[in-house]
T-cell receptor, first 115, second 109 residues
């Protein structure tokens, strides 16, 4: 079946603009994760959704970042008033559940460039 | 605090040589540990997890609780092993996964 998809694949925006990044998880996967991949920094956890539970937002770097997941499926990561340091690849992953033993399946990422 | 350290940003070896990608972790308890791999122009994907005690593509990784390490090893590297490798840690029963900064492996012909 189809894997995790993300859109857009590339986004160039001007500093100060808002951007929305979209993630479509694998059908039936209840857990969804957002990560940020910066050069030399590895993967930084941003936020986690599990079913209808309240998301864990502990990884969001500032209040300019927010995410929602509608209907337990598609998720949108929003970055308001973008800054140059927000430039990175944003990865989405989903898994069957968020608990032990379930592999995370990653999307291709959205490369965000803030000019 | 939970932390994953991959001390080498780049590792270059010749084809057929043994390779070891180092991973050390900081965690009070017994974590779940994983290696993920990202080949050029492909998605990040799971390579192996310590609870499975498996060998994937000739790679193995042993959890050493005394040294808090989970090094990835392969006795004979192949050119197709060239990729970015990430070590990751997860609390048992938890969901948050902490990734290391990654090691780029380059296998030379």
């Amino acid at each position: 079946g189809a894997g995790v998809s993300q859109s857009p694949s590339n986004k160039v925006t001007e500093k100060g603009k808002d951007v929305e990044l979209r993630c479509d998880p694998i059908s039936g996967h209840t857990a969804l994760y957002w990560y940020r991949q910066s050069l030399g920094q590895g993967l930084e956890f941003l936020i986690y959704f599990q079913g209808n539970s309240a998301p864990d937002k502990s990884g969001l770097p500032s209040d300019r970042f927010s995410a929602e997941r509608t209907g337990g499926s598609v998720s949108t990561l929003t970055i308001q008033r973008t800054q140059q340091e927000d430039s990175a690849v944003y990865l989405c992953a989903s898994s069957l559940t968020g608990t032990s033993g379930y592999e995370q399946y990653f999307g291709p990422g959205t490369r965000l460039t803030v000019t | 605090a939970q932390r994953v350290t991959q001390p080498e940003k780049l590792l270059s070896v010749f084809k057929g040589a043994p390779v070891e990608l180092k991973c050390n972790y900081s965690y009070s308890g017994s974590p779940e540990l994983f290696w993920y791999v990202q080949y050029s122009r492909q998605r990040l994907q799971l390579l192996l997890r310590h609870i499975s005690r498996e060998s994937i593509k000739g790679f193995t990784a042993d959890l050493n609780k005394g040294e808090t390490s989970f090094h990835l090893k392969k006795p004979f590297a192949q050119e197709e092993d060239s990729a970015m490798y990430y070590c990751a840690l997860k609390s048992p029963g938890g969901f948050k996964t902490i990734f290391g900064a990654g090691t780029r492996l380059f296998v030379k012909a």
